[in-house]
């Protein structure tokens, strides 16, 4: 059993927390998709005058905006965690790259 | 317009293309060329776009001029699988690589203990679940092929011969570039590269129409966005429940679709593509819906009303008299159709004749008698007919349902029956507790009521359930109505199914796992399923060869040892008429090689073993070797381990000796202390005494002070033979002394050690020599050896108690060597102390006090030192001692024979 160190060098830290990001980064995403089930719907709830129906051309805007969102967040991801476990791989540790600090 | 036939004309030369990039990309991949390209990421992303079938291509713009937004939960559940790879398909890939997964039915049988019931459960399942959506693309095909017969002349179009001739056509296809090898392990490449060329052709096509919609019909991106707000579908209409239960079922769906997890998981080459497509899938998801809606609106706006909306995207431009862009669109949705069709008939092929077909096979040749023939030709025409099976199933159900029901729905309902998977795959890939029984019930359950809920409601009223089964429930059970189980009514009815049949599959599947018990095998594949990231290193690269006698002998090699394997084999082949190669793998071959190796690993393995290679079923002969290697290796380490603990054993026993050994050297070296200051003693005392009266007393006489004086150095002379001999003894067994070697007579030498041991005062011994052989010549330390002589002729001369003593020195030859004996004629030595009269300081006990007690032990020394050694022998008459010389010594037979006595 190697011995645990109490701290990691930065850039094996930022690993981490970069690994940390990918992980949260889909729960993320279905948060963000799920808030439409917050927006009024014609017909459905009565008495409830308080919202007015989404626009359509804003319900557009919303969901896209959050697929572009999710799309370049997990680009970066890929960009900041991809080549550290192509090393790993390469390495022959290619299970949990950011565990090797 | 587009006439029919010119329509008809592109799509063959599509087809044809299509046909030539996978020639040319299995000719590429047999040599090894363009591997950069058919195992780049980009490949395998597009490579997932058959996610997006006809159902995407048409159907959502339908959807949507129906449901508004709705449509784009479609792809949002599978967006965000890809963005959680890490979560899920890291590790379904991982597992899918490490234990050579074939489909989806391998993967869930394999997990619950390689369980063929499970296997043939979930193919069934998944044909049925499948069958309505290949007849879906059939039906946009001919749909859309229908549009351009209906502006045309039309005449000569039937859509049922359409659906007929465009089945054949991907029959086609799928069996020669599915089929052309037996490992599906194998990519496809040619499959595979040709899916990629369509999944560009149907994004092309739907952004270019998207693209003509906004900026060449809508006005702007501004313009269009007004325009949907003001159209009928300008409004959230999306309930709630709805939004949420089609995310998580096209997101279950996503996972669980056979085309899916063939071309996500089997196909996959590398791990690090995974992670590329998670953001390059999505992409794909977001360019290919991002269009839908303004088509949907301006379709509305500018189409008459009453056509059909899921033909928006191939009406739409050729109502504005766009013929090439019509064209365009028609090859994407085209492309679609047919890319879905051929990777989910590839899949359930596989599936189907993995599952089913090999298994029912494998056990009527159990009854026949042997036969020969190649199991790998039966694979291929199970799976060629599974092909054709599985299409004509979806024409079929295309005749039966009519093409009357709306794209989407279609779609939904395929989505509902393969998302019952999902419970019992994530089970099995996160949860070891997990058992086959509760998959089973799970299984059951969640199709049963997907059967009951969605698939029978959707022929309609009437149709497969009676309107009273609708209203009063099954059987008049009012708690089975279809669209509100247990009495709950006035859900949606996707909702309603969605909801029952995954919380029940889950439910049962989890509470039967948690009572039930799992059988050893499964308990060691849930192991290694949800322990993959923990201990599976880089994948093994799967080799081309199929599984056959290569891998056999593989694993023969490895369980019976090289030699023996190579051995067996090469009779084998010699059996069948081959020289020089491996035997083919006919029954009779592999039963032998089970019995062969039964005798090493035990029949119920051998056969496992056996089976599983040559029945065609999933595990991978990596895994059956890596089994093998185990044993192979425990079998070693516990051999080295017995090895260890003998040699410990050993080591044990002879430092007991040793310290034995010590401890007698350490008591002698005391006696010999306490013997050597008591000889030491003895003489000093009487010198002092002798020394001091000489000193005292005054009035001596002089013969008096001459005796003493005489007894003074007698007593000196003792004690320095008493140290000359220590010392020469020490040397002796230092090993310090020098051998001067020298040739000699031994006569000679003999005559010189009587005449110098009889010399002196003493007792008269007559000394008779007798000599068998010539004289002999010696080459050793001749000094030494004399010495050995003169001392044991003195002895005879001090301690023979005869009356008149006698001895007699007989040489004699033999094998070893030349014995030389020296027996007098006195009683011996008592057999109490024979064995001690080597020992230093021993001494007859009443002798004269002349010796020191070191003359033999002097001897011992002196003959091991010389390569012989001196015995003394029991059973002569009289004391008896032999010299015995080793033959090295002899140099030369001399003459002087005869007798010589000397007195």
């Known amino acids: 059993m190697p011995e645990r160190r109490m701290f990691l060098e930065r850039r094996s830290y930022r690993m981490r927390r970069a690994m940390d990001a990918l992980r949260l980064w889909p729960l993320v995403g279905l948060a963000l998709w799920m808030v439409p089930l917050l927006w009024a719907v014609p017909g459905e709830g009565p008495g409830e005058g308080t919202g007015a129906p989404m626009p359509m051309s804003s319900a557009l805007r919303y969901i896209f905006g959050v697929w572009v969102l999710l799309i370049l967040g997990a680009l970066a991801l890929w960009w900041r965690t991809g080549r550290g476990a192509a090393e790993d791989s390469a390495e022959g540790g290619a299970d949990s790259p950011p565990r090797q600090g | 317009m587009v006439a029919l036939n010119e329509l008809v004309l592109v799509c063959l030369a599509y087809v044809a293309g299509l046909f030539l990039v996978a020639f040319w990309a299995e000719r590429a991949a047999l040599r090894g060329k363009g591997g950069t ?23 959502a713009v339908g959807y949507a001029a129906r449901s508004g937004l709705e449509y784009v939960t479609i792809y949002l559940g599978p967006s965000l699988v ?64 229908s549009i351009f017969a209906a502006n045309g002349d039309g005449s000569s179009y039937n859509p049922v011969s359409a659906a007929l001739w465009v089945a054949a056509g991907l029959a086609l296809f799928t069996v020669l570039f599915g089929t052309r090898n037996l490992n ?25 129409v998207g693209i003509f919609v906004v900026w060449g019909l809508g006005g702007g991106v501004e313009q269009t966005l007004a325009r949907v707000d003001a159209s009928a579908i300008g409004e959230w209409q999306v309930q709630g429940g709805r939004w949420a239960a089609l995310t998580l079922l096209s997101a279950a769906a996503f996972v669980c679709l056979p085309r899916m997890f063939q071309v996500m ?18 992409l794909y998801l977001m360019l290919m819906s991002l269009f839908v809606v303004p088509i949907a609106v301006v379709g509305l706006d500018l189409m008459p009303p009453g056509s059909n909306p899921d033909l928006f995207v191939l009406s739409l431009p050729l109502s504005q008299g766009q013929n090439g862009l019509a064209m365009l669109s028609f090859l994407g949705g085209f492309s679609s159709a047919t890319s879905m069709v051929i990777v989910a008939t590839l899949a359930l092929s596989t599936m189907v004749s993995n599952h089913i077909v090999m298994p029912i096979w494998l056990s009527t040749r159990h009854g026949s008698a042997v036969q020969s023939g190649d199991v ?87 149709a497969a359930l009676s309107a009273e089964t609708f209203a009063q429930g099954l059987w008049g059970q009012s708690w089975l109505r279809p669209q509100a189980l247990f009495g709950i009514s006035g859900l949606d009815p996707t909702v309603h199914a969605v909801v029952w049949s995954l919380s029940l599959n889950t439910l049962a599947f989890v509470a039967v796992s948690i009572v039930s018990f799992p059988d050893p095998i499964e308990r060691l594949q849930g192991a290694q399923f949800v322990n993959v990231l923990e201990h599976s290193g880089p994948a093994r690269s799967w080799t081309a060869s199929v599984a056959g006698s290569e891998d056999l002998m593989i694993m023969a090699q490895r369980i019976l040892g090289a030699p023996e394997a190579q051995a067996f084999f090469r009779a084998e082949a010699e059996a069948q008429g081959i020289t020089g190669g491996l035997p083919e793998p006919t029954p009779a071959f592999v039963q032998a090689l089970e019995r062969e190796l039964a005798g090493s690993v035990g029949a119920a393995t051998a056969h496992a073993m056996v089976s599983q290679i040559v029945g065609g079923t999933s595990v991978s002969v990596q895994d059956l070797l890596a089994v093998a290697d185990e044993s192979a290796q425990m079998l070693e380490y516990s051999n080295q381990l017995e090895q260890k603990s003998r040699e410990l054993t050993e080591t044990a026993a002879k430092l007991r000796s040793a310290n034995e050994k010590l401890t007698q050297l350490s008591l002698q070296k005391d006696g010999f202390l306490s013997q050597i200051s008591h000889e ?86 007559a000394v008779h020599r007798e000599t068998e052989t010539p004289d002999v010549v010696l080459h050793t330390d001749i000094d030494r050896l004399v010495q050995v002589f003169i001392n044991l002729v003195s002895n005879a001369r001090k301690y023979c108690d005869a009356a008149e003593p006698a001895l007699t020195i007989r040489v004699s030859r033999h094998d070893g060597g030349l014995w030389i004996d020296f027996v007098d004629n006195g009683s011996g030595i008592d057999a109490d102390v024979q064995s001690v009269i080597f020992e230093k300081f021993f001494r007859i006990s009443g002798e004269a006090a002349e010796g020191v007690g070191l003359g033999l032990a002097i001897c011992q020394e002196i003959m091991s030192r010389l390569g012989g050694q001196v015995l003394y022998l029991p059973k002569e008459s009289g004391t008896a001692f032999r010299v015995s010389l080793p033959q090295s010594v002899l140099v030369q037979d001399a003459e002087n024979p005869g007798q010589t006595p000397v007195t």
């Open chain 2, 37 to 59: 390209l058919l195992r780049s990421p980009l490949v395998y992303t597009l490579s997932l776009s058959i996610y997006c079938t006809a159902w995407t291509f048409y159907g």
């Open chain 2, 82 to 145: 890809m963005i959680g790879w890490w979560w899920g398909l890291r590790r379904l890939v991982r597992i899918g690589r490490s234990q050579r997964v074939t489909s989806i039915a391998d993967l869930i049988s394999s997990r619950y203990g390689k369980s063929n019931s499970l296997a043939i459960i979930v193919t069934l399942m998944a044909v049925i679940g499948v069958t309505p959506y290949i007849a879906l693309q059939l039906q946009s095909v001919v749909l859309s092929l």
């Open chain 2, 184 to 208: 599906v392990n194998e990519r496809h490449h040619g499959v595979v590269i040709a899916i990629a060329v369509e999944a560009i052709v149907k994004l092309v096509a739907s952004l270019a």
């Open chain 2, 265 to 282: 998981v089997v196909e996959n080459d590398e791990e690090r593509h995974l992670q590329i497509a998670s953001w390059a899938f999505p």
């Open chain 2, 376 to 462: 790998r030709q039966v694979v291929l025409l199970a799976r060629r007919l599974s092909i054709l099976l599985i299409i004509a199933l979806g024409v079929l159900y295309y005749r039966i349902s009519g093409g009357s029901a709306a794209l989407a729905a279609i779609g939904t309902i395929s989505f509902g029956g393969v998302a019952q998977f999902l419970p019992a795959l994530l089970g099995g890939i996160f949860w070891r507790g997990a058992t086959r029984s509760g998959a089973l019930c799970g299984l059951g359950i969640g199709f049963a009521i997907w059967v009951f809920t969605m698939l029978l409601p959707s022929f309609g009223v009437g």
């Open chain 2, 680 to 765: 030491l003693r003895t003489p000093m005392t009487s010198i002092r005494s002798f020394s001091e009266i000489l000193r005292d007393a005054g009035k001596l006489t002089e013969a008096d002070k001459t005796r003493y004086a005489s007894i003074i150095h007698s007593e000196t002379l003792r004690l320095t033979r008493l140290l000359d001999e220590l010392l020469d003894l020490s040397v002796l067994e230092n090993g310090q002394v020098t051998l001067r070697m020298g040739q000699d007579r031994l006569s000679d030498m003999m005559d010189r050690a009587v005449t110098t041991a009889l010399a002196g005062a003493g007792p008269a011994l």
